[in-house]
């Protein structure tokens, strides 16, 4: 662990706010008894302000929170740049996952943070522990030994070389997840579904941005104190390549990346569409703004390969949609609602990227804040939801109209 970086007296936060580079002082306690093995990190509560920008007025706004954080000085720059980038690409793309900021302290080291979604009053539990945990009940007898059991484990065994590519495998795989936190959470049927949800975008997210490993270990679930199941946590580690690797480790388990993305998109579809879909419609815009997040947060040695590895498997994404959603049944309302909240969020995630980094001046001295304000996430104002819900309905409204003239037009034309 670099010492001299968590002897520091100050941390300072840097930040790009409407192209210009700031940075803020960060308050935060150490969590010295710490349950996480950490390696050149330390944990800590983040008491502070939480800067936003709302892109209507173009100006930033602040709110309160408490959250739990990793801190880190930075060995790898490289590493910590891709960080940042998946970091702000998930945001883009409405993925929940944790913020990553770069930091400076009072001395000139720099470092990250890692900021987490996980609340003071919540307990995050390791996806590896759960497993571990149902294997004990299995061995104690107080679980049955399910056929979906019985399909993982026998699932043979995979390397980098030997991968996973069957259908019926890769479902096994995913669904060892689903149902293993079903049985422990005795999870209702709508919070099953929430969870398929963030689930299936964590693992889409992954294939997009090449994280090559998302393993038992690498994520977890939020409880309330009282072991009452939350939600799937925010993905808080990123395990990207530079290389566009052949394979994807999922829950332990080496498996072709062209096979389990044609697996979701066969046998999961209804859960990643949204993102799918923007993407697809919105593909010249989503590519600006991921090209100048990369180009922003990374040394031009590798900003290209990472913006082709992107393009890429977006790409792969785009091809998939294209066949998949011709035999999606969806209502012609449904599907105009669905396509209009779309393109609505789309415009609004890539103009708050375009005002963040599209006018930045790198040579322009940083600017120092006095307020210690640590920028959580950026979420849109209530104002700005509600112009959204008005948008809908008044496009909702205006196709109904559209169909009863359409009605009237046709008993007309055949009464005459």
């Not at 990793?70 to 690409?89: A, G, W």
């Not at 000139?108 to 996980?118: D, M, R």
């Not at 669905?338 to 005002?355: D, E, G, R, V």
Request: hydrophobic share 35%.
């Amino acid at each position: 662990m670099n010492n001299e970086f968590f002897k520091s007296k100050e941390y300072y936060l840097i930040d790009t706010f409407n192209g210009e580079v700031k940075k803020n002082l960060i308050k935060f306690n150490v969590i010295h008894n710490s349950s996480y093995k950490l390696k050149n990190a330390v944990e800590v509560a983040i008491e502070s302000r939480s800067k936003e920008f709302d892109v209507s007025t173009g100006e930033e706004y602040y709110t309160e929170a408490i959250y739990q954080a990793f801190m880190k000085s930075s060995i790898d720059s490289y590493k910590d740049d891709l960080d940042i980038i998946n970091s702000e690409i998930a945001e883009l793309l409405d993925i929940n996952a944790s913020k990553v900021y770069r930091v400076e302290t009072n001395n000139n080291l720099f470092g990250i943070v890692n900021i987490n979604s996980k609340e003071k009053d919540e307990s995050q539990i390791n996806m590896d522990a759960l497993v571990n945990n149902l294997i004990k009940l299995i061995k104690q007898k107080n679980v049955t030994l399910t056929s979906w059991l019985k399909d993982y484990f026998s699932l043979p065994k995979t390397n980098a070389n030997l991968l996973l590519n069957s259908e019926k495998d890769i479902i096994s795989v995913i669904e060892m997840t689903i149902n293993t936190l079903s049985v422990l959470f005795n999870l209702k049927s709508d919070e099953i579904e929430k969870l398929k949800k963030d689930y299936l975008k964590m693992i889409l997210f992954d294939l997009i941005s090449n994280n090559t490993n998302r393993s038992f270990n690498t994520y977890s679930v939020l409880t309330t104190k009282d072991m009452k199941f939350l939600k799937l946590s925010s993905i808080y580690d990123y395990n990207n390549d530079l290389d566009n690797n052949s394979y994807y480790i999922l829950n332990n388990q080496y498996i072709d990346k062209n096979a389990i993305i044609s697996c979701i998109y066969h046998k999961y579809y209804h859960y990643i569409k949204t993102i799918s879909k923007g993407l697809t419609d919105n593909y010249g815009l989503y590519m600006e703004s991921i090209n100048l997040i990369i180009d922003n947060n990374i040394n031009g040695i590798y900003a290209n390969q990472i913006k082709d590895n992107y393009k890429n498997n977006i790409d792969t994404i785009k091809s998939l949609e294209l066949m998949h959603s011709k035999n999606y049944i969806e209502s012609k309302l449904d599907l105009a609602m669905t396509q209009t909240s779309i393109n609505l969020n789309a415009l609004n995630k890539n103009q708050m990227i375009h005002s963040k980094y599209k006018n930045k001046n790198n040579n322009k001295a940083i600017k120092v804040e006095d307020i210690s304000d640590v920028k959580i996430k950026v979420e849109p104002k209530q104002e700005e939801v509600k112009i959204h819900n008005i948008l809908l309905i008044i496009f909702g409204i205006i196709l109904l109209i559209g169909i009863i003239f359409g009605i009237i037009f046709i008993v007309s034309t055949v009464t005459k």
